[in-house]
């Protein structure tokens, strides 16, 4: 009994989630629904992504599956791109639980110094069907104060 009540609060955290801006029904015979979630990044705040994924009310894992798109919605200055992680393995700007058995989506930024451009990728941190399902989007620098300002690599 406890548990059933322990579900029931989780289920009504997760339905308060701020960063929640759409809900999709897949239907009356499905207690499935596509959430849509905004995330503006941290540090590179010219940014706002938008993620799609399947949340399951009833269940105790959520599907793997989600999409990201990112674009340039505000400015983005040279001091932003100096402060995020350069590294080839960027840093995590966001994570939603997608399960009580520690399966997470996560949102990474890197940056491409070749192409002046602003990868964000989203990915699931658990297999499934031999495959860690991942989406990707990119957001260009060119005609922003950003764009040139690190050197590229070779």
Known sequence: MKKLILLGFMSLLSACDSNEVGDISLGIFTTQDIKLDIMVDPIVTGVTCHIA??????SLSDPS?????????GEITAEMIKAIDLSDS?????????SIFFKNMKIRRVFD??????MYVSYSTKETSGSFKHSLSTVPLWGTQA????????
């Open 65 to 73: 599956d989600s999409s990201i798109s990112c674009r340039q919605t």
């Open 113 to 118: 110094s070749r192409s002046q451009t602003l």
């Open 147 to 154: 764009y040139n300002v690190l050197p590229k690599a070779d």
């Open 90 to 98: 960027g840093e995590i700007v966001f994570k939603k639980s997608k």
């Open 53 to 58: 994924s399947i949340e399951a009310d009833l």
